[in-house]
């Protein structure tokens, strides 16, 4: 089998030879990727990735897309598992020998598995429809009359099931049936991934579509299971398994790490200031931003602080800087439009280190000012620990400033 390893917007160095198969079906998995004819060459094609970081497989071809040569595998998972379920890694970033990022992220899974599990399957209410000999909590009449015409038994009813077969515990055994499904190099890898087959043999396999991953809330009973469920969602948003005649043919796992970068600053801000989902929303939720005064345009700021209907603060989130043909800065005139639609003096745009070099820019005539930050994820967790809290802090002057006469009056 042909291994191929690439890093995210980096060309391959060398033409890569593709069927017209392989190449489909490298278009079909990886949508991101760039494939481009070799000039001068048949059957030969120039790989660029873009945003999407991890692993690619086809029946014969195994290709790898590892993140920036400065960012480590283990923190692209401590930035994703963050974003997902504000999990912290206060020990600091596990290590482990692998070459890839789903290779990565088996242990990591498996271990916070492990602990979910330790004290015991979590069970939980689920509402059932069944057709029963006995009447069973509420009967379906509209069922009972269109079904059976009325005639008993058996009974169309509805009834709470206490059971194992529970959303986070359907999520979790999926995520760890997504994982068998690639090519994993580690003889323990695959071991560990069917540890856990006896433990779930009561519970439901749901094939969940990439972009309708539930959503699970969490309380005192459920919370020791925040991590795996985490995970799990991560695994089941970035994988895509290909099926022809009844085999795997060809499967992906992919994290997009534009996504990533932008949820990790959201969650970890957030969490910083002590703010709700509601009070400092992805995408301005339930509080829509628009630019015209007819409403045509609508703005999807990454970061905002919402005192009710009013915006306190507003800013971006760029892992990689946006480029245009022939426009010049436009993620500063992103920023720019936030501030003119929310009426607000500053605004804040963080980037990935190396996008973006720290500054304060003063927009003339308009009165407004465009901070930028960056930070570095080549350091230590301690390190990026600490500049999101000084982005935490940047943020609440931003909006304490808002308050000020001076700021109304602009």
């Avoid at 009844?246 to 996504?259: E, P, Q, W």
Wanted: with cysteine.
């Amino acid at each position: 089998m042909r291994q191929l390893e690439l890093h995210e917007y980096e060309e391959h160095s060398e033409p890569v030879e593709l069927t017209v198969d392989q190449r489909d079906r490298l278009a079909v998995l990886a949508r991101s990727l760039q494939i481009r004819p070799a000039p001068g060459l048949e059957s030969a094609y120039l790989l660029r990735p873009a945003s999407d970081v991890g692993a690619i497989q086809l029946d014969d071809l195994s290709l790898v897309i590892l993140p920036k040569r400065s960012v480590a595998l283990t923190r692209v998972l401590y930035l994703a598992s963050y974003a997902m379920g504000k999990i912290h890694w206060l020990e600091g970033e596990p290590e482990f020998d692998a070459d890839s990022l789903v290779e990565a992220i088996v242990p990591v899974f498996v271990e916070a598995v492990s602990r979910a599990f330790a004290r015991g399957l979590l069970q939980g209410y689920r509402v059932e429809e069944d057709a029963l000999l006995t009447v069973r909590g509420r009967i379906r009449f509209d069922d009972q009359l269109r079904k059976r015409f009325g005639r008993f038994p058996p009974v169309e009813v509805r009834f709470d099931d206490y059971t194992e077969d529970i959303e986070e515990n359907r999520m979790i055994r999926a995520a760890l049936a997504r994982l068998r499904a690639m090519r994993l190099r580690a003889e323990r890898s695959r071991r560990s991934l069917s540890s856990f087959d006896g433990v779930l043999e009561r519970v439901s396999l749901v094939d969940y579509h990439p972009t309708l991953v539930p959503t699970v809330h969490f309380t005192r009973l459920n919370e020791h299971y925040r991590p795996a469920v985490a995970l799990a969602k991560l695994i089941l948003r970035s994988t895509a398994i290909e099926v022809a005649h009844g085999r795997i043919t060809g499967s992906a796992f992919l994290v997009d790490m534009n996504t990533v970068f932008e949820e990790f600053v959201r969650t970890a801000v957030r969490e910083r200031l002590g703010l709700s989902e509601r009070e400092f929303p992805a995408a301005a939720a339930n509080h829509p931003v628009y630019l015209d005064d007819r409403q045509l345009v609508r703005l999807l700021p990454d970061l905002s602080w919402w005192d009710g209907a009013t915006c306190r603060f507003v800013g971006d989130v760029k892992y990689k800087r946006t480029t245009i043909e022939g426009v010049l800065h436009p993620d500063l005139y992103q920023l720019l439009a936030y501030l003119v639609a929310t009426n607000l003096p500053a605004g804040l745009l963080v980037y990935a280190a190396g996008e973006g070099e720290p500054a304060a820019h003063q927009v003339v005539s308009v009165g407004r000012t465009l901070e930028v930050v960056s930070l570095d994820l080549s350091g230590s967790l301690a390190e990026l620990e600490a500049q999101i809290g000084e982005v935490a802090v940047r943020v609440r002057q931003l909006a304490a400033a808002t308050r000020s006469p001076r700021a109304k009056a602009a």
